[in-house]
């Protein structure tokens, strides 16, 4: 594996497992002990038949956690401390037998992505589930499952597509951190007003210059 594709790799790797970790292990198990494509040396351990059954069991309990509103938010509040370092892992171990300090930037990097793909997947999903319809819930979550295969597909495909796409996602969700921590504060507080049963009040207005000359 040359070096680009060996960065799309572990880049593309890390952005999917901050999406759906179960999914890009189980993929990546069962496409590499098919043969249809070639893992690093590092990474061939997910062709286990035991690694690739509980890969498979847990993604079907997550995709079911995901479909059922304010369960997927539980449910990715707890994978906080699973996608991100699960990411950095494989990121690292995508990379092969590199120096130490090498082998030390692939996890720093690979766990900066599966942070931004985490983070933002959480709170899109946060603010999706304030809205009253269950139907957006479910396409968020679809669309989350159809990106990782696209993105796996991409790894192997077309590295380069896939480094710039997860570079580019990666500095676009750094500029957008201060929106989406907003977002998310207003979603836990829509989502506990809908939890006790009450009514979420509308946003305030500051009244303006035209209305205070006029009284």
């Not at 059922?68 to 990379?95: C, E, K, M, Q």
């Not at 990782?148 to 590295?159: K, N, T, Y």
Request: proline fraction near 7%; glycine fraction near 8%.
């Amino acid at each position: 594996m040359g070096t680009l594709e060996t960065l799309g790799l572990a880049m593309g790797v890390a952005w999917t497992s901050g999406l759906n970790l179960y999914a890009t292990i189980a993929v990546l198990g069962l496409a590499g002990s098919a043969g249809m494509i070639q893992l690093p040396p590092d990474l061939v351990v997910l062709t286990n038949p035991l690694v690739i059954g509980i890969a498979c069991v847990m993604y079907v309990i997550e995709f079911v956690a995901d479909k059922v509103p304010y369960v997927d938010n539980g449910w990715d509040a707890l994978h906080t401390f699973i996608r991100i370092p699960a990411g950095a892992l494989l990121a690292a171990r995508s990379v092969g037998p590199v120096e130490p300090a090498l082998e030390l930037a692939a996890l720093l990097a690979g766990g900066t992505v599966a942070l931004a793909a985490h983070g933002t997947k959480a709170t899109v999903r946060l603010a999706v589930n304030t809205s009253p319809e269950p139907v957006s819930n479910w396409f968020a979550s679809v669309g989350e499952d159809i990106a990782v295969l696209a993105g796996l597909w991409l790894v192997f495909h077309h590295p380069f597509v896939m480094l710039v796409l997860v570079l580019g996602f990666t500095a676009f969700a750094a500029w957008l951190m201060p929106k989406l921590l907003r977002l998310a504060r207003r979603g836990w507080q829509a989502l506990r007003a809908r939890l006790r049963g009450e009514r979420p009040l509308p946003p305030t207005r500051q009244p303006s210059v035209v209305s205070n000359q006029l009284h």
